[in-house]
């Protein structure tokens, strides 16, 4: 990716500008700025900076701030939109007393595995040949 010169102006800024420029001519007194150019700002201003962004849409910098900081807590407070893996450290585990495992496929075969204190047989491996049908 090539960098700016210093004074060049991005492109999607320059595109958004004409955005806002076209709606300002068109808009009646009064009217406010639509909620998808807003959105269309508080993206460009993430990417580009606050300032920048204002100066560029001819937008009150503080306005857009606000927006930006609501806009950054609304995602850090939607949850996730794919599970998350979290793994578990060995040593924070607390083995149960007694802990009873079954399996059962579509063919109706089961398997019932039964453990008290602290054992840990190969669970993976016994269900694996569980379902490949090894004895």
Not at 23 to 42: E, M
Not at 65 to 79: G, I
Not at 95 to 122: F, T, Y
């Amino acid at each position: 990716m090539r960098g700016r010169k210093k004074g060049e102006v991005p492109l999607p800024l320059l595109r958004a500008a004409k955005r806002f420029a076209d709606w300002r001519r068109r808009r009646l007194v009064g009217d406010r700025i639509p909620k998808s150019l807003w959105s269309l700002a508080v993206e460009l201003a993430a990417s580009y900076g606050v300032g920048q962004t204002a100066a560029r849409l001819k937008l009150d910098y503080y306005g857009l701030k606000k927006r930006l900081e609501a806009a950054s807590q609304a995602d850090a407070l939607a949850p996730a939109s794919q599970p998350t893996f979290v793994e578990l450290a060995a040593s924070t585990l607390v083995a149960p007393g007694e802990c009873v495992i079954e399996w059962e496929n579509a063919a109706g075969a089961k398997m019932r595995v039964h453990l008290k204190g602290v054992q840990s047989p190969d669970l993976v491996a016994l269900s694996g040949s569980f379902w490949r049908g090894e004895p």
